[in-house]
């Protein structure tokens, strides 16, 4: 594997013939060195296993001549080539009319500026190894994967850059803002962004940062008179009608709160006192902003800016600013930087809120979502209550249905016409019966009667015949015709032999008894003439 140094302007013409990228190490090389790569390739090392390195390019050496020249970086023109005895740099009069003012040739691009920049730096071999050291700011605490950092002393400030697998190797400490640091690496420039930051090989911690430590020592003290202590915040309302807004007017903090406030609730009044967030005038305008905004009244107050560099925030570690804001009657947020930035205010403040649209939420409650969510509530109720009431609707109709099925009334009604059905029924049904039971026993009446009167003439005729028969055997009756009934005693006297020479009968007549003495017994036998 052989690595290449390619300017960025001539990635395309080595991709084209075959190199390739390492994304990790950021650096092009190739499997096999063709002729056509060896322009690129300077002897540099192979890249270990993977393709992984240290992060350190070595850049390709262009001619000096073509990259150099005053009229080409500050006025964006190529010399002519020397000809008919000319020095190099020389314009002829019409070379010299045709760079006049306002001569659209005598213009580069920004691209073309930024690449004549970028050639400069991998041309020049002071770039390619730096030592550099200083204290460590802009660094938001997070790798993602990289590390993204500047260092800077009394006057000014420089980015860095600590890829992934560099870091792997090279940071054996925490890296923080604050620390005093020493960093090996090349200078790169970006041409896409235009500007210049340390890819860093190397890193060695020398200690806490002078501005650091004198921040360090004011948050101590201010710690150690309460002015940080929970007992002294006081509580944010939760309903205020005047939010105080103390930040720059020009600012993306007072849009970022002004667009969240309105999103929440339009009816609280916001604010705001314009005032300089960095720079020399910072400190006394944000005093009296604070200052301002207490005395008027506001139920809640907001104190910040967007984010900035650590150099940025210097006004909100001010210790006048610090103790204005612990004074302050009002409630203050605290909306200065973002996650990872952290500024003295925050502890004094009564709220710390990590950006301007975060204190908004926190200051101004979220009422047109409740409102939504009620009238969300309110229209899910009303169609729960239209679909019931629908529901009991159609119950009640089918109940009142079912119930005109079972009306008192009606039912009554029905049952009478029906009962006088039944009576109807019962009294055809009765009468029928009765009628039939009338000619039956009318015909066993007339029956009964024929019988009865056969019956009688039947006993009569044969009363008649024994009546005949039992005056034909009546002693009565044959007395009448001069018989007479003999007694003896009371008894009948009914043989000869049964009376004797003396004895007193009783001869009955039809008409009467006589009395009689027997005076002789003649006595004969039966068949006897």
């Not at 023109?77 to 740099?89: H, I, L, M, N």
């Not at 938001?140 to 420089?158: C, E, I, Q, T």
């Not at 004011?218 to 007992?231: D, Q």
Request: aromatic letters at 6%; a positive charge.
């Amino acid at each position: 594997m052989y690595r290449l140094d390619v300017p960025y302007r001539e990635k395309d013409t080595v991709k084209a013939l075959g190199a390739r990228w390492n994304p990790v190490g950021r650096f092009w090389y190739c499997e096999e060195l063709t002729e056509a790569l060896k322009p690129w390739y300077h002897g540099a090392e192979a890249a270990p296993a993977g393709g992984k390195t240290d992060g350190a390019a070595v850049r390709k050496a262009a001619p000096p001549a073509s990259l150099f020249l005053q009229e080409e970086l500050f006025f964006g023109t190529k010399p002519a080539p020397s000809s008919g005895g000319r020095a190099a740099g020389e314009r002829t009069a019409g070379e010299e009319n045709s760079l006049l003012p306002g001569d659209p040739s005598r213009y580069k691009t920004v691209s073309e500026i930024n690449g004549l920049i970028a050639d400069a730096f991998f041309a020049t071999s002071l770039f390619r190894r730096i030592l550099v050291k200083g204290e460590v700011t802009n660094f938001n605490g997070v790798a993602r994967p990289h590390y993204y950092f500047s260092v800077k002393d009394a006057k000014a400030s420089l980015p860095c850059r600590l890829w992934a697998e560099t870091a792997r190797m090279a940071l054996k400490f925490k890296l923080e803002n604050g620390q005093q640091v020493a960093l090996t690496g090349r200078l790169e420039f970006y041409e896409a962004r235009g500007e210049a930051a340390l890819i860093v090989s190397e890193i060695v911690n020398i200690g806490a940062g002078e501005a650091a430590l004198k921040l360090l020592e004011l948050k101590n003290k201010l710690e150690a008179e309460g002015i940080f202590a929970p007992e002294h915040k006081k509580e944010v309302p939760k309903h205020p009608k005047t939010v105080g807004i103390i930040t720059s007017k020009d600012g993306q903090a007072i849009r970022d709160i002004r667009a969240v406030s309105l999103r929440r609730d339009p009816y609280v009044q916001l604010l705001l006192y314009h005032v300089n967030v960095q720079g020399k005038n910072a400190v006394p305008s944000i005093l009296a902003g604070i200052r301002y905004m207490d005395a008027v009244g506001a139920d809640t107050l907001i104190v910040g800016r967007g984010g900035g560099s650590n150099e940025d925030l210097d006004a909100f570690n001010d210790e006048a600013v610090v103790r204005a804001v612990y004074a302050a009657r009002t409630p203050v947020i605290s909306a200065v930087g973002h996650e990872g930035h952290w500024t003295l205010i925050d502890f004094a403040a009564d709220l710390r809120a990590a950006t301007p649209s975060e204190a908004a939420e926190k200051a101004v409650p979220d009422v047109m979502s409740d409102v939504k969510r009620l009238t969300q509530l309110k229209a899910g109720l009303d169609e729960k209550m239209r679909h019931q009431l629908e529901k009991r609707r159609l119950r009640l109709a089918t109940l009142s249905a079912r119930l005109a099925g079972h009306d008192p009334v009606r039912l009554l009604k029905e049952r009478q016409e029906k009962l006088s059905r039944e009576q109807e029924k019962l009294e055809r049904f009765f009468g029928e019966i009765l009628k039939t039971r009338q000619d039956g026993l009318k015909e066993q009446a007339e029956r009964l009667l024929r019988n009865m009167q056969e019956a009688f003439r039947l006993r009569q005729m044969r009363w008649e015949l024994l009546t005949v028969k039992l005056n034909g055997l009546s002693p009565t009756a044959k007395l009448v015709k001069g018989f007479g009934y003999i007694t003896l005693g009371g008894q009948p006297l009914t043989s000869a032999a049964m009376a004797a020479p003396g004895d007193a009968l009783t001869v009955r007549v039809h008409d009467g008894e006589l009395d009689a003495q027997v005076t002789g017994v003649r006595s004969r036998k039966i068949g006897e003439e």
